[in-house]
């Protein structure tokens, strides 16, 4: 079974280009659209989301954990 769910950490700025480097390769693959990329860390908000191209900021492993179920459909 494909993954459905991709989480990325960032804990700094610099790595920025490379987040968005693996999701354009994800896209290159044709696999981007199977998958939900999510990312996380201290520099990360709303605008570096959508400069990656990401799917959602999780502020923190609980946050990811319930977006996760809600999107499997877990209860």
């Known amino acids: 079974m494909p993954a459905i769910l991709l989480g990325i950490s960032c ?6 280009d ?3 480097e693996c999701i354009q390769t994800l896209e290159r693959e044709g696999l981007r659209g199977d998958v939900k990329v999510l990312i ?3 520099p990360v908000d709303e605008a570096t989301c959508k ?3 990401a799917d959602h900021v999780c502020r923190n492993a609980q946050e990811t954990v319930e977006y996760s179920k809600k999107y ?3 209860k």
């Open 18 to 20: 490379n987040i968005k």
């Open 40 to 42: 996380g860390g201290g």
């Open 72 to 74: 499997m459909g877990v």
């Open 11 to 16: 804990l700094l700025t610099t790595a920025f």
């Open 51 to 53: 400069y990656m191209g």
